[in-house]
């Protein structure tokens, strides 16, 4: 008697196709490229500003919060956020062209409709 074949009084097995919800190799690709895009981006940032963005927008720290851990006031966060952003902000366009603007999905980028917001890299800096 075999172990593997069903006998006649078990039920045939049941199967359940599911489809991968994942991303695609385009999508994954993509996501991986505008990764590489942000993170060169936040290196040619002078140090005051890519910590202060980090602390601040990548870490989600107050204003006040990323002050005190810089040693530096709360006005001069705001100042080197904001200049930042719009270091970040013309990098972005530099790379990837006036397609892609902050909050449009990757579709529009791509042209893939199967494309999400989720494939969009998570920087509040860029915005």
Not at 81 to 87: A, E, S
Not at 102 to 108: I, N
Request: charged share 30%.
């Amino acid at each position: 008697m075999s172990l593997d074949e069903p006998t006649e009084t078990e039920a045939p097995p049941f199967r359940l196709d599911v489809d991968d919800q994942g991303p695609n190799p385009e999508q994954l690709y993509a996501h991986k490229e505008r990764q590489r895009i942000l993170f060169e981006a936040m290196n040619e940032l002078t140090p005051g500003m890519r910590k202060a963005i980090e602390l601040h927008e990548l870490g989600e720290r107050s204003t006040e919060e990323t002050a005190q851990n810089l040693g530096i006031s709360a006005s001069a966060v705001k100042a080197r956020v904001f200049h930042g952003r719009k270091i970040l902000r013309e990098r972005w366009k530099d790379q990837v062209g006036p397609a892609w603007a902050p909050g449009r999905d990757a579709s529009r980028m791509t042209g893939n409709a199967r494309d999400s917001p989720q494939d969009q890299v998570e920087c509040n800096a860029c915005d």
